[in-house]
């Protein structure tokens, strides 16, 4: 493959991912391709770490909005996380890679808990690392944590996977004219009130100069593709 431009890369995963075309769980079809094209990029060298979210199983602010306590429904929301990073973990695993998952959630015989020294020493040595929990805060959300965690681990950049190919001057779906940005400053981005991320992880990332690249799950290059910037994207500083 081209080489990466980038040595240590954060990427989100979106809980969605996992279930591909059921609405709910973890679908193994799905699971292991996105482990297949991590693995291919983790196997050529550059450091991953991983945050997945958990919309495939339990999204806290859906539960609260229909009488849940928010607290209660984003601490389900956190261990939706773990079960997901546990199975990805795992299928990266099968593909031959060293993987540990730290929790943001205290559970000591589930996970390591998250620090980032050990995270930073795990990648280092070749490990690929998976974020779950969350933030281990509610309130927040996995983009908040794939922003903070890419902080945290010195990460060159954050890849936000999505179902567009990037950011667009308007939502491409209601506006088939809409441009697409190849670059766009963390500032225009505001500016122009465009929807990258939840505004606390992108506050987070613009404060930290954290550049962000958002491209499309179904790109036929595939992650590998991205990081060697062959496939459509948006990079966000
Ligand atoms: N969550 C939380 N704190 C965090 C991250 C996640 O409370 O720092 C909870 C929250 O309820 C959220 C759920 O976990 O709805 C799943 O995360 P998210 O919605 O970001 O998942 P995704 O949409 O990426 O699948």
């Known amino acids: 493959m081209a080489k990466s431009a980038y040595k240590r890369i954060l990427l989100k995963v979106s809980g969605e991912v996992l279930a591909g075309d059921q609405s709910f769980g973890i679908e193994p079809k799905f699971l292991h391709a996105m482990a297949d ?35 209660t429904s984003d601490l389900m929301g956190m261990l ?8 990805l973990g795992d299928a990266i695993e099968q593909k031959g890679l060293k993987v540990k998952v730290y929790s943001n959630v205290p559970m000591e015989t589930v996970a390591d808990t998250f620090t980032a020294r050990d995270a930073n020493l795990a990648l280092a040595d070749g490990y690929v690392v998976v974020c779950a929990g969350g933030t281990g805060s509610p309130f927040f959300t996995t983009d908040t944590a794939a ?50 991320m939840d505004t606390a992880a992108f506050a987070l990332a613009r ?10 799950l179904d790109d036929k290059e595939g992650l590998k593709g991205v990081l060697a910037g062959r496939a459509r994207s948006t990079r966000v500083g």
Do not use: W
């Open 37 to 71: 094209q991590i693995a291919e990029v983790a196997k050529s060298g550059v450091q991953v770490a991983i945050v997945i979210g958990a919309g495939n199983i339990f999204r806290g602010m859906a539960v609260a909005a229909k009488g849940g306590d928010r607290v």
């Open 147 to 196: 922003a903070l965690k890419a902080i945290e681990l010195r990460c060159d950049v954050l890849l936000k996977g999505t179902k567009v190919d990037g950011v667009y001057s308007e939502d491409p779906k209601k506006n088939p004219k809409a441009l697409r940005f190849e670059t766009i400053s963390h500032e225009e981005v505001i500016a122009k009130d465009l929807r990258v």
């Open 207 to 216: 404060d930290n100069g954290l550049p962000i690249i958002v491209y499309a």
């Open 80 to 87: 939706g996380t773990v079960i997901n990073s546990l199975a």
